[in-house]
């Protein structure tokens, strides 16, 4: 299985001119359809059975081996971001304001590669593997509209395998930890009601702004002196708006946030502290305070077993590597709906080169990563596959 690291460089040139015309032609969210299009061919032609239009613009393949055996669910997401892009590489994005700002091009490539690998390698798989194309990751719902289509149906998998590159480490080092991984993300929004009035005569008011001020600050408070410090969390809110005139207190104020957590008690014990600190520090400003919580995504949260095999296998099959058994963060991924349902490892793969400048974060406008990474996600993904759909 070693072998496979040099099939997927010697695929290098077509995983490279695959990717980067991704990322010339972005789509955002559920608009998917020239990527989708791209994907269902490639799937087609290595003789897999096709369905197109699953959550929207998504697209499932089956593939399968020549044994009978288990289902492996793997999954890329496709979208882009309304980002304008600054990078300045000859591939850049032919969007106004929208970009792979994300890694998903890259995402998309090493989906494509490892189905030609893993078709390559047919007669030794015991079972089969189910492509997953995911539109709209961002936050917008995909992984929700695919499971609704019934992507875990006909058949359904055993385990699952998902990947990002991951800009924030370099080429050469993978993450695969078990348990708790990625944050669940909660959407926070607080409407303050008071009572508007000139700005020169704030008497006569209940000015919302203030409350609002107010409120931001006691709301950082939650994590820092609520939640134990052993526990993680991260509130953050990040929209406000209220008023239209620089001499008119409004009516109104809006804020909006987001907030992050590893666990259900931790984010209960937040929820409960925000709806409590609206409601207490608004009525002491005079006004009213209402918050919608919209609950995105839960946590990530790795099978062990599937978790040490990614783990394991890293360290045979790519050459140099470092293994990271402990890396977390906040960032939140909707891979974690599929996962509550059918077990399995969300790894990453560090894509970062410093000396060639490719080391923006996620969502910058100069994001870029080093395409190395591309074979490096290829060569694990497919062998973490062979090496669960081998021989019993």
């Not at 005139?245 to 929820?271: C, D, M, Q, W, Y």
């Not at 209402?290 to 045979?316: G, S």
């Amino acid at each position: 299985m070693k072998s496979l690291f040099e099939e997927a460089s010697n695929l290098f040139p077509q995983i490279q001119q695959l990717r980067r015309d991704l990322h010339r032609h972005p789509e955002l969210g559920f608009e998917e359809h020239r990527t989708a299009g791209i994907v269902a061919r490639e799937l087609r032609t290595l003789g897999m059975e096709v369905n197109t239009g699953i959550g929207k613009t998504g697209v499932v393949g089956l593939l399968e081996g020549a044994h009978e055996g288990l289902t492996l669910l793997l999954r890329f997401d496709m979208d882009a971001l309304p980002i304008q892009e600054e990078t300045g590489a000859e591939y850049a994005s032919t969007r106004p304001g929208v970009m792979h700002a994300c890694g998903h091009d890259g995402h998309v490539a090493i989906g494509l590669t490892v189905a030609k690998l893993l078709a390559q390698h047919r007669d030794e798989i015991h079972g089969r593997v189910k492509f997953v194309f995911q539109p709209a990751e961002e936050g917008l719902g995909g992984a929700q509209a695919m499971l609704e289509d019934g992507v875990l149906e006909s058949p359904r998998p055993d385990f699952s395998l998902a990947l990002h590159l991951w800009n924030e480490k370099p080429v050469g080092w993978v993450a695969a930890t078990p348990g708790p991984f990625m944050a669940g993300s909660d959407v926070v929004d607080i409407n303050l009601r008071g009572r508007g009035g000139h700005g020169a005569l704030p008497h006569h008011t209940r000015d919302p702004i203030v409350a609002a001020a107010q409120l931001i600050l006691a709301l950082q408070t939650i994590v820092a002196r609520n939640v134990p410090p052993l526990d993680v969390a991260v509130l953050s809110i990040t929209q406000v708006h209220g008023g239209d005139a620089h001499n008119v207190i409004p009516e109104t104020v809006h804020l909006r946030g987001t907030l992050r957590t590893f666990s259900k008690s931790t984010r209960e014990l937040v929820l409960n502290r925000i709806f409590q600190l609206t409601d207490h520090l608004a009525h002491a400003m005079g006004c009213d305070g209402e918050v919608k919580i919209t609950d995105l995504t839960p946590p990530v949260v790795n099978d062990e077993t599937v978790t040490m095999l990614v783990a394991q296998t890293a360290r045979e099959v790519l050459p140099e590597v470092i293994v990271d058994t402990s890396y977390r963060t906040m960032v939140s991924e909707d891979m974690a709906l599929l996962m509550e349902r059918v077990p399995g490892c969300y790894f990453m793969v560090g894509s970062a080169n410093p000396e060639r400048g490719l080391n923006y974060g996620h969502h910058h406008p100069k994001f870029d990563f080093d395409e190395q990474a591309l074979v490096y996600g290829a060569t694990l993904m497919s062998a973490v596959a062979l090496k669960r759909l081998g021989a019993p």
